[in-house]
């Protein structure tokens, strides 16, 4: 059975590779980007809003909430959906897509990672908003264009 899993894991590490250049198309990676700071209701507190209107919403500039200090790939997404709202307070409901976009990541132990893609959605919206997440790098935490921040 291990060895099952081994040769899953190189055919998955020689697909992911191979579909990637060795040049990350990310422009908004910042390692020099402040820690994240969880509040006392378990999200991240995010005190700046993006002027990008690409932030989040195009795969070139990704919401970067790296997670290698938690050592848990998935508690960083709800931390950073729970702190938002919709435009007007909106109570808002997320959820995971897909994964795509591989990247060279010296943060992946594979050498490339991908980016998660979130529908999210609140009561009275037209159209559902996909936004991309990147767990791997790091960046000042901001509020996409189109969305509040809750008040706690």
């Known amino acids: 059975m291990k060895l099952k899993t081994f040769f899953s894991g190189l055919l998955c590490f020689l697909?992911?590779?191979?579909?990637?250049?060795?040049?990350?198309?990310?422009?908004n990676v910042d390692d020099n980007a402040p820690d994240l700071v969880l509040t006392k209701n378990n999200v991240?507190?995010?005190?700046?809003?993006?002027?990008?209107?690409?932030?989040?919403?195009?795969?070139?500039?990704?919401i970067n909430i790296f997670y290698k200090s938690t050592k848990n790939d998935?508690?960083?997404?709800?931390?950073?959906?729970n702190a938002l709202t919709g435009p007007k307070g909106?109570?808002?409901?997320?959820?995971?897509?897909?994964?795509?976009?591989p990247f060279p990541s010296?943060?992946?132990?594979?050498?490339?990672?991908?980016?998660?893609?979130?529908?999210?959605?609140?009561?009275?919206?037209k159209k559902p908003i996909k936004l991309y997440i990147n767990i791997y790098e790091k960046s000042v935490l901001m509020v996409?264009?189109?969305?509040?921040?809750?008040?706690?």
């Open 15 to 27: 697909l992911l590779t191979s579909c990637i250049s060795t040049k990350s198309t990310l422009k």
């Open 44 to 62: 991240f507190q995010i005190t700046e809003y993006s002027k990008d209107p690409k932030y989040g919403y195009d795969k070139d500039y990704p």
């Open 74 to 81: 998935s508690i960083n997404q709800p931390r950073f959906f």
């Open 90 to 101: 909106e109570k808002i409901f997320f959820k995971k897509l897909e994964n795509c976009c």
């Open 106 to 125: 010296k943060k992946s132990e594979f050498g490339a990672a991908m980016l998660e893609v979130y529908e999210v959605r609140w009561v009275g919206q």
């Open 144 to 152: 996409p264009i189109g969305f509040g921040l809750k008040q706690f």
